[in-house]
Structure formats: C-alpha cells, structure tokens
C-alpha cells in the first residue's frame, strides 16, 4: 500500500511518501530547487520520495492532499461576498486543486489516465493533527494544531487513540495565534516570510512592558479558544494577502496590523531603523500574551482529554519558548513535536490521514529522527569535491576511517574552528539536526560573533542552539524532557552558563537538540568524542547555509563552504581543511558577545 503525501501550491511545498504504514522519504521541494519556502507542485520532492520507495507515480495507491477547498465553504462565502479580492484568491485555488491530476501528468510526462492513484482531500488542520499524532510514540493523546491559517481555521484540537482521532474543537478566521504573531512581527520592522522567529529570539532582551495593551490584542475566550481584538488587525477586512517576491521567488504576506494598532503602540518600526529598548520591551509583550493564552488553552485541553500527552504541529508548535515553559505550567508531561511541525509536515500529515483515518489501517511507525530526505555515497561526495577543488587550491583533503575521522572533527571544534557536519540523509523540517550542520566550540563565548560575522550573517540579537547528548540534559538544564527536533527552549543550569556562553541566551535558555545514540549515532559519537576532549558534552549547532535553504546535495556544501569562512568541512568519510591560518584561531581573544541588540 503506496500512500504519497503533497503539499502543494502553496509556502512549503513538500512530499512524502508511506509504504505499509512506513514512512519512506520526506523532502521539502525548496532543498531540492533551492527557492527558500518554495511552493507550486513539488514535483523534484515527489520524484525523490518515488524514487525512495522504488515506484513510478502510476504505481501510487492513494494520493493525499492537505487542503479540502469545501471545507468551511459558508464562512468563505460570507467573507467572500465581503472581499472580492479574497473571493478571487479563493477561486484560484479550487481551480488549482482540481486539475492536481492533470498537473501531475504534464510534470512527470505521462496521460492522467495514468495516474489511478484515489485522491483525497484532507483538511488542513485534519492535515497537521495527524502528522503529528499518528507518527507519535502516544497511544492517547491531546493533540493541538495552532497556525496563521489552513482551509479557514487556525487552529483545531482532538483527542487522538491508537488509529483514531476525534475533533474537539477548532477557532476559525479571522481569529488566529499566527497572525497575531505575524502582524507584531511585521509591526517590528521583520516583514519577511518566516520572520517570526526573530522576534521570538528578540524577546528575550525586553520586559513585558505592554502587557495589558497585548491582553487586548488576543486573549483567552472562555477555557478553550482564544480571540482576536479584531481592531488592532487589518486581514479580517482585507484578508490576507499572499504574493510571491519577483526577484526569488520567495512569498510576501501583506500588512496584518491595523492603523489602531499604531495609534494605540505608537508608529511601527522600519525595517532599516535602529532596535531601542522600546521595540524589545515590545516583543517581550507579544510573546508574554501568547504565553498567557497558550497556558489557559493547554491547560483546559489537558483537563477536556484528561491527557498527559499531547501532539502539536502547525507554525505555533515551533514556538520553543513557550513549549518549554508550558511543560511547567500546564499538566502534560510529555510532548511530542513532529520536526516539520509546520505547513511541509502536511504532506506527512495528509498520508497518514489517509492511512489510519480513511483506510482504518492500524498505526506500525513512530518518527524518532528527521533522517528523511536525500543521501550521497561517499563516492558521489568524493567526484564533487574532484569538480569543486580539481587541484590542491589550498584544501588539504584526507579521506579517514570513522574513529579518525570523528577524533579529528572533535579536535577541529575544541581548538574553535568551525566545522561543516555533512552526514547521511538531509533532515525533515526547518532544523539542522547533525546531518547538514555547522558545528562549533560552546565553551567560547566569542563563537556567537564568530558564526555570525564569518558564516551565518544573522542579526545578533539571535541565538545559537546547542546539541547535548541525551544522557547529560540534566547536568546542563533544569528540564530533561527530550527535545530531539530542536522544538523546546530550557534555563541552561546558572552553573552551566559560563560553562556553555555560545548557545545561552541572554534569560539564560537555549533551544536546545538532545541528541540520542540509538537513532543519531555519528552525531552522538561527535559530541561525545568532544566531551571527552573538553569535558563539555555539547557543541554549537547551526544549519549548513547562508541566507539559503539548508544544502542538500553536497554541490551545495561545498559552495557555502567556500563561499563562507567555516574552517573545517566533514562529508561522509572525508575531510577538507583549508591550509590557512583560522581566523578564529587568531582572534577569538578580540570579540565580544554583544548582550543588547
Ligand atoms: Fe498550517
């Protein structure tokens, strides 16, 4: 039983494919066409998953799509009558789904009478809950999906058992957690897609300043669901309003917050001015009144469902602050959050729907990593790096058996280089997790800037994450619950801050990955290796790229590492060094960490 799973024509194009109930491959389409948030027909991403479970489209059983344009159809018509840009937009993608059949047969050259796949439409958030519950280790469990929007809603919840799931609710637009986290972010002067994590990061630097304006913002209705002060946005009266960016392609949501807003908070910040304590104190705000609003909503689901697990997927669930101060404030004890939590994890999500609450086929598969995407053999690796650097070019090259190979890279980070990790297959989601990363030294203070003004580019104010062994969470944080995708944020133990200033955050968290031997064992290994050097079980990890998506093919390594001023390159059994002398090794002495944007 061939299930394959399509996000389509929209941000976060991706595919994946289930065999048996088995995940096989997952990818999303911009690793694959290196268009940051790529959307269209995923049709690189699909020919990969085909290719993985070793089938030709028309062999597919079943084809699931997360996006039911039915869905809701009396409240879209009731806005639509409103906004006759909206009713256009809407038009546009009814139209767009149903020739998904046809778009098909023209991207892979076959007749659509070809294709006898059964197509499915599932909700969109029907979409997200089942990527995140059915791929759970949980037989029961509550399960959240919170998100800007999908199919009209923002946000549903359920309670899910073995291979069923019953909806308990859901808040329809324009009452949304991720445009409300969205219009601030924009009124902050970040108005790109995806922004909101810099504002998440800025958070840290502020105080609650505003809280009781935010209260107004969005706030708890009743126990479980939550409301927009309508009067501070602008999309439910314009809707919003997606166009794609000319020069890469990438998407640009319109403006979500209203005049009244800059009435009530003052005028919104440009891009281009300076941050002041007033913008931080502000995103501080934001986060602190989502906060509020998360605890009031889990804390009732957990009572509803009588759960201590929960599942959570949608663009909120990357929320790692909150995810991590909701694990002391609300009753769940264990959390569970698929890597891709966001809109690529749809196409996971709309596969297993199909699986479990379709075909009612019992659950066989837990997602214990984010190994899901394209590999290279050593040999492929190897011919690139011969086209790349066809002569010495000051690259000193060794190929290494893995003990030496891992002995090496550890020692490169312990003397503060910064070393690209390329390994196995690419990871599932937005996180590096020790397969297409760059790892460095935790104990420097300094690597932050290093990173920062050598490699990554990034706004300073942003922080690094850490990799810890599993094994050592509590040595270093005040909470060990597992947090393998990078999905949790934690207090770094007061002791343990000066010991690992690199990926602490100014209040003192850091997002951290705890990495586990049994199902991430090269990574594992690394990290021990450089415990055993240093006596730090944990290293800096930051994805494999520059402004770009995350490399996939080791072409792309090889670019950002050259391009870039890492020092150090592991790709499966081989290692690149440039001969120069490191920067870092120069002067890490002469950097400071900055602590206020
Ligand atoms: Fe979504």
Same mark, same amino acid.
């Given at each position: 039983m061939i299930i394959l799973g399509i996000n389509a024509y929209h941000a976060n194009a991706s595919a994946a494919i289930v065999a048996d109930g088995r995940l096989v491959a997952a990818v999303e389409e911009e690793r694959l066409n290196r268009v940051k948030y790529a959307a269209g027909l995923p049709s690189r991403a699909i020919q990969y998953c085909l290719d993985c479970a070793g089938v030709k489209l028309t062999e597919v059983d079943h084809i699931a799509i997360p $996006? @039911? #344009?039915?869905?809701r159809w009396g409240t879209k018509l009731r806005y639509a009558m409103r906004m006759p840009r909206f009713a256009l937009d809407r038009a546009r993608v009814m139209a767009r789904f149903a020739g998904i059949r046809e778009d098909l047969a023209k991207a892979f050259d076959l007749p659509p009478a070809s294709i006898t796949a059964q197509f499915h439409r599932i909700e969109h958030h029907r979409a997200h809950l089942a990527s995140a519950f059915f791929v759970s280790p949980f037989d029961r469990a509550a399960v959240l999906s919170a998100d800007g929007l999908g199919d009209f809603a923002s946000a549903m919840w359920a309670l899910g058992e073995g291979p069923g799931m019953s909806v308990l609710g859901e808040t329809t637009f324009p009452h949304s957690l991720g445009m409300y986290y969205t219009a601030l972010t924009q009124y902050l002067g970040f108005w790109k897609f995806g922004d909101e994590y810099k504002v998440m990061g800025l958070a840290a630097y502020g105080q609650p300043e505003f809280l009781d304006e935010f209260r107004r913002m969005v706030y708890a209705d009743g126990l479980l669901s939550f409301r927009l002060g309508l009067e501070y946005f602008s999309h439910q009266n314009e809707g919003p309003d997606m166009t794609w960016r000319d020069a890469d392609r990438t998407p640009v949501l319109g403006r979500l917050f209203s005049a009244y807003l800059e009435k009530r908070l003052g005028r919104a910040r440009k891009a281009e001015e300076p941050l002041e304590a007033r913008h931080r104190n502000l995103a501080a705000s934001m986060q602190a009144a989502l906060e509020e609003v998360l605890v009031s909503h889990w804390n009732a689901l957990a009572k509803s469902t009588s759960q201590k697990n929960l599942c959570l997927a949608g663009g909120v669930a990357f929320n790692c602050v909150a995810n991590g101060k909701m694990l002391e404030r609300t009753p769940f004890e264990k959390i569970y959050v698929q890597p891709a939590a966001g809109d690529a994890g749809l196409s996971v999500g709309a596969a297993y729907a199909v699986e479990h609450s379709i075909l009612g086929r019992p659950r066989n598969f837990v997602?214990? !990593? *984010?190994?899901w995407g394209p590999r290279y053999s050593n040999l492929e690796i190897a011919q690139a790096i011969r086209q790349r650097v066809p002569n010495d070019d000051g690259i000193q090259l060794e190929e290494l058996p893995e003990e030496t190979l891992v002995q090496a890279a550890a020692r490169e980070i312990a003397d503060g280089r910064v070393l690209g990790w390329y390994q196995g297959r690419a990871e599932w989601g937005p996180r590096a997790l020790g397969n297409r990363s760059i790892v460095a030294d935790? $104990?420097? *203070?300094e690597m932050k800037d290093i990173l920062n003004e050598r490699i990554k580019h990034r706004e300073m104010f942003r922080p690094f994450a850490p990799s810890i062994l599993e094994e050592a969470t509590a040595e270093y944080f005040e909470r060990t619950h597992p947090s393998p995708f990078m999905t949790f944020a934690y207090a770094v133990k007061p002791e343990k801050r000066a010991v690992i200033p *690199? #990926? &602490? !955050?100014? @209040?003192? &968290?850091a997002r951290l990955q705890t990495v586990s031997r049994r199902t991430n064992p090269l990574y594992w290994k690394l990290i021990r290796t450089f415990g055993d050097l240093t006596g730090v079980p944990v290293v800096v990890n930051t994805s494999?790229? @520059?402004?770009? #998506?995350?490399?996939? $093919?080791p072409e792309e390594a090889l670019e950002c590492f050259f391009r870039t001023k890492m020092d150090a390159l592991v790709m499966g059994n081989l290692m690149l060094r440039r001969k120069k002398t490191s920067a870092a090794r120069e002067r890490p002495a002469q950097l400071t960490t900055r602590q206020t944007p």
């Amino acid at each position: 039983m061939i299930i394959l799973g399509i996000n389509a024509y929209h941000a976060n194009a991706s595919a994946a494919i289930v065999a048996d109930g088995r995940l096989v491959a997952a990818v999303e389409e911009e690793r694959l066409n290196r268009v940051k948030y790529a959307a269209g027909l995923p049709s690189r991403a699909i020919q990969y998953c085909l290719d993985c479970a070793g089938v030709k489209l028309t062999e597919v059983d079943h084809i699931a799509i997360p $996006r @039911d #344009p039915w869905a809701r159809w009396g409240t879209k018509l009731r806005y639509a009558m409103r906004m006759p840009r909206f009713a256009l937009d809407r038009a546009r993608v009814m139209a767009r789904f149903a020739g998904i059949r046809e778009d098909l047969a023209k991207a892979f050259d076959l007749p659509p009478a070809s294709i006898t796949a059964q197509f499915h439409r599932i909700e969109h958030h029907r979409a997200h809950l089942a990527s995140a519950f059915f791929v759970s280790p949980f037989d029961r469990a509550a399960v959240l999906s919170a998100d800007g929007l999908g199919d009209f809603a923002s946000a549903m919840w359920a309670l899910g058992e073995g291979p069923g799931m019953s909806v308990l609710g859901e808040t329809t637009f324009p009452h949304s957690l991720g445009m409300y986290y969205t219009a601030l972010t924009q009124y902050l002067g970040f108005w790109k897609f995806g922004d909101e994590y810099k504002v998440m990061g800025l958070a840290a630097y502020g105080q609650p300043e505003f809280l009781d304006e935010f209260r107004r913002m969005v706030y708890a209705d009743g126990l479980l669901s939550f409301r927009l002060g309508l009067e501070y946005f602008s999309h439910q009266n314009e809707g919003p309003d997606m166009t794609w960016r000319d020069a890469d392609r990438t998407p640009v949501l319109g403006r979500l917050f209203s005049a009244y807003l800059e009435k009530r908070l003052g005028r919104a910040r440009k891009a281009e001015e300076p941050l002041e304590a007033r913008h931080r104190n502000l995103a501080a705000s934001m986060q602190a009144a989502l906060e509020e609003v998360l605890v009031s909503h889990w804390n009732a689901l957990a009572k509803s469902t009588s759960q201590k697990n929960l599942c959570l997927a949608g663009g909120v669930a990357f929320n790692c602050v909150a995810n991590g101060k909701m694990l002391e404030r609300t009753p769940f004890e264990k959390i569970y959050v698929q890597p891709a939590a966001g809109d690529a994890g749809l196409s996971v999500g709309a596969a297993y729907a199909v699986e479990h609450s379709i075909l009612g086929r019992p659950r066989n598969f837990v997602m214990e !990593h *984010a190994s899901w995407g394209p590999r290279y053999s050593n040999l492929e690796i190897a011919q690139a790096i011969r086209q790349r650097v066809p002569n010495d070019d000051g690259i000193q090259l060794e190929e290494l058996p893995e003990e030496t190979l891992v002995q090496a890279a550890a020692r490169e980070i312990a003397d503060g280089r910064v070393l690209g990790w390329y390994q196995g297959r690419a990871e599932w989601g937005p996180r590096a997790l020790g397969n297409r990363s760059i790892v460095a030294d935790p $104990r420097r *203070a300094e690597m932050k800037d290093i990173l920062n003004e050598r490699i990554k580019h990034r706004e300073m104010f942003r922080p690094f994450a850490p990799s810890i062994l599993e094994e050592a969470t509590a040595e270093y944080f005040e909470r060990t619950h597992p947090s393998p995708f990078m999905t949790f944020a934690y207090a770094v133990k007061p002791e343990k801050r000066a010991v690992i200033p *690199a #990926p &602490t !955050h100014v @209040d003192g &968290t850091a997002r951290l990955q705890t990495v586990s031997r049994r199902t991430n064992p090269l990574y594992w290994k690394l990290i021990r290796t450089f415990g055993d050097l240093t006596g730090v079980p944990v290293v800096v990890n930051t994805s494999f790229n @520059d402004n770009e #998506p995350i490399v996939c $093919r080791p072409e792309e390594a090889l670019e950002c590492f050259f391009r870039t001023k890492m020092d150090a390159l592991v790709m499966g059994n081989l290692m690149l060094r440039r001969k120069k002398t490191s920067a870092a090794r120069e002067r890490p002495a002469q950097l400071t960490t900055r602590q206020t944007p």
